[in-house]
């Protein structure tokens, strides 16, 4: 078994390596000399990913970064690491927020100053230069206790990440207004935001947005590079192929669980990673294709191991409520028509265990609430079960033999391709006619419209926010159909329930209201390919679009 071989090490490196003596030990967990690097598409712009959340960006974030939990499956799964989260009073709805013992990389204690910033900005204090209209309570801080207590208008379903550490106080007291010492520019930050001091507010939403911004040279700032989380990002290297970030563990972090890798680089992949699964890189990720299921089979029965988690993403199949499709019931004759298993089997080919299928848009096959939803939301009974006869379904429906359905979907991709070949079959056998609208630009063809029917990827929606952008009145979403004053008043009731089964149940109910109007069926949920050499363990790659990957990339280890 071998070990993969991994990117030269910088210079900056090798006199890091030269001060080790210096440097506060690392965690005891850390082997000595190994390393690994994983293909990476994003590129880092900002140390606050909070005031660019670019997929970049997050993904460094959840590695430099430490918070009081994740979303895992669909909900969320403390760190008592980090600190706790409880819920001190109903009415008014009041969480305490309270931090365990963290510190930042240069040794600054996290403390109720960098929770007091993490408020301000998630009420939208920071935004526009300060220039917000109404300032709202702020935070009881206490801060011997390194907590702070913060009452909310109303309760939400999203109170345990509402308030996070995000970005250093000191760093951005530093900053604003120019105080070298750690403890006053905490000070300084937290009397602004608990005094609603605008101007200072002015400056501190300035340094929080714009201070920790990377230059397009990729220089690095060593002061603004701190780290509350598992690993630092020790340098950024730039070439043709796009950007590296290499990540080294944080010699401060006591959080659970420590870094185990001495040096983690996340690289462009180039034109063919997977043809370097074990020598230049140690992970590599990449759509799944046709092509590359035969050597992908052969490096998995060389102990290389695959993994296809989904990227938060479905395959549906949506109709546009006009035209021909203008109706509820011509709707649900047509989605009770279309294959759906056929459609999924093949457009995915030789990949079909990897496009788990499923049955809802809002909960993804894995989630706590997918079995809830999935069973409670009246889909088998409405338009996933196909007619005893689906043309006098069709008929029935008021709907012509021979009638046309424009169906768009993306002509470069597989699994598009594919469904589209096996709905029109189908669709051909009840009397529909389905024509080949396919495009280059599936984003641009929903926008002219001219089209019935569209196969194509939706982001599962994971906050209230998402669901209103994607299913609320108003929306400018293709798939959404009719206003739904029903579906608007669910979402504000599951916007503030705490209680999680009462949340699934009411996801439920919002489902059933897409359900009932007949827009869209759920097919397939998206993969994406994840190969791991040999002698690389650890690597467990979570569901979904929010750093799927770098969540987890304390626990990867290197066999020696």
């Avoid at 299921?293 to 479905?314: A, M």
């Avoid at 169906?407 to 389905?434: H, I, K, N, P």
Wanted: aromatic share 6%; hydrophobic share 45%.
């Amino acid at each position: 078994m071998r070990t993969p071989r991994l990117v030269a090490a910088s210079v900056a490196a090798l006199l890091a390596a030269s001060l080790v003596a210096c440097a506060p030990a690392l965690p005891a967990t850390v082997v000595p000399g190994t390393e690994v690097t994983a293909t990476w598409s994003g590129e880092l712009t900002s140390l606050n990913a909070l005031a660019d959340p670019t997929p970049g960006n997050v993904d460094i974030a959840a590695a430099v970064r430490g918070r009081f939990g994740d979303r895992v499956d669909g909900e969320f799964v403390p760190d008592p690491s980090f600190g706790t989260v409880e819920i001190l009073k109903d009415d008014p709805f009041t969480v305490r927020y309270d931090l365990a013992e963290p510190s930042w990389s240069d040794g600054v204690p996290l403390d109720a100053a960098d929770l007091v910033l993490g408020w301000a900005s998630s009420v939208g204090l920071l935004a526009d230069d300060g220039a917000f209209v109404d300032a709202p309570t702020p935070p009881h801080v206490d801060e011997f206790a390194r907590s702070i207590d913060v009452t909310f208008p109303a309760p939400t379903i999203l109170w345990q990440a509402a308030v996070g550490a995000q970005v250093p106080a000191h760093v951005v007291g530093r900053i604003a207004f120019g105080l070298d010492d750690p403890m006053e520019a905490k000070q300084a930050v937290i009397r602004a935001v608990v005094d609603d001091d605008r101007p200072a507010l002015s400056k501190i939403a300035k340094a929080w947005r714009d201070g920790f911004t990377i230059g397009d040279a990729g220089d690095l700032d060593p002061a603004l590079a701190i780290s509350s989380g598992p690993f630092l990002v020790e340098s950024i290297e730039r070439t043709d192929a796009g950007q590296s970030v290499v990540l080294t563990p944080n010699p401060g972090y006591r959080g659970t669980p420590t870094p185990q890798v001495a040096r983690v680089v996340l690289a462009p992949g180039g034109d063919d990673p997977i043809a370097h699964v074990g020598d230049t890189f140690g992970v590599v990720q990449a759509a799944p294709t046709a092509a590359d299921y035969p050597r992908v089979h052969e490096l998995e029965r060389r102990d290389t191991q695959v993994q296809t988690p989904n990227d938060g993403r479905v395959w549906s199949l949506a109709l546009r409520s006009t035209g021909v499709f203008s109706s509820a019931s011509a709707r649900a004759a047509f989605l009770r028509m279309a294959p759906a298993g056929d459609m999924v089997d093949r457009g995915a080919g030789q990949w079909s265990s990897a496009y788990a299928k499923t049955t809802s848009m809002l909960a993804l096959p894995g989630d706590r609430s997918y079995a809830v939803v999935a069973e409670d939301s009246g889909f088998a009974a409405s338009i996933g079960t196909p007619a005893d006869d689906a043309a006098i379904d069709r008929g029935a429906a008021g709907v012509a033999a021979g009638t046309a359905v424009c169906v768009l979907y993306d002509q470069a991709s597989e699994f598009a391709a594919g469904a589209f070949a096996a709905l029109r079959e189908g669709a051909a056998e009840a009397g529909w006619t389905v024509t080949d609208c396919g495009s280059g630009d599936v984003a641009a063809s929903l926008a002219q419209g001219g089209w019935d029917a569209v196969i194509d990827r939706t982001v599962v929606p994971q906050t209230p926010a998402q669901l209103v952008a994607q299913w609320g009145t108003g929306t400018t979403s293709a798939i959404a159909g009719a206003a739904d004053p029903d579906r608007d008043a669910l979402i504000s009731q599951y916007a503030q329930t705490i209680d999680v089964y009462t949340a699934r149940e009411l996801l439920a109910q919002i489902e059933a209201t897409i359900v009932r109007s007949a827009v869209v069926r759920p097919l397939a949920t998206d993969p994406v390919l994840t190969l791991v050499a040999p002698g690389v363990t650890g690597v467990a790659v979570r569901n979904g679009s929010t750093a799927a990957l770098t969540s987890g990339i304390a626990q990867w280890a290197v066999a020696r």
